[in-house]
């Protein structure tokens, strides 16, 4: 199984970025997937999340900015930031809890990250 992100860069403050994550490999279904980010010299700290049946989560910090969305068809989930801030800047790394298998028990894997730079 292999997920890859896509769609990090640089941008000014206030602009906005797409990112995209497509899981790949050995799918029998996909639980949860979420979005996480990592700061040079901080942990990683969830930024979105999008649970079985629709539910989702945010960050305080990107509410109103940030939006997650899945596309089930295309293994594919997506993080619209909008009106991105210089302290937004981190790598930014995507997540599901999946099963291989049916008689398999679920398992969290991770991308590898994509950065995302804010400049002021």
């Known amino acids: 199984v292999q997920l890859v992100e896509s769609g990090g860069g640089l941008v000014q403050a206030g602009g906005s970025l797409r990112l995209s994550c497509v899981a790949s490999g050995s799918i029998f279904i996909i639980n949860d997937m979420g979005w996480y980010r990592q700061a040079p010299g901080k942990q990683r700290e969830l930024v979105a999340h999008w649970s079985t049946g629709a539910s989702t989560k945010y960050a305080d910090s990107v509410k109103g900015r940030f939006t997650i969305s899945r596309d089930n068809a295309k293994n594919t989930v997506y993080l619209q930031m909008n009106s991105l801030k210089p302290e937004d800047t981190a790598v930014y790394y995507c997540?599901?809890?999946?099963?291989?298998?049916?008689?398999?028990?679920?398992?969290?894997?991770w991308g590898q990250g994509t950065q995302v730079t804010v400049s002021s």
């Open positions: 997540n599901a809890d999946l099963r291989t298998a049916w008689y398999k028990e679920p398992t969290t894997y």
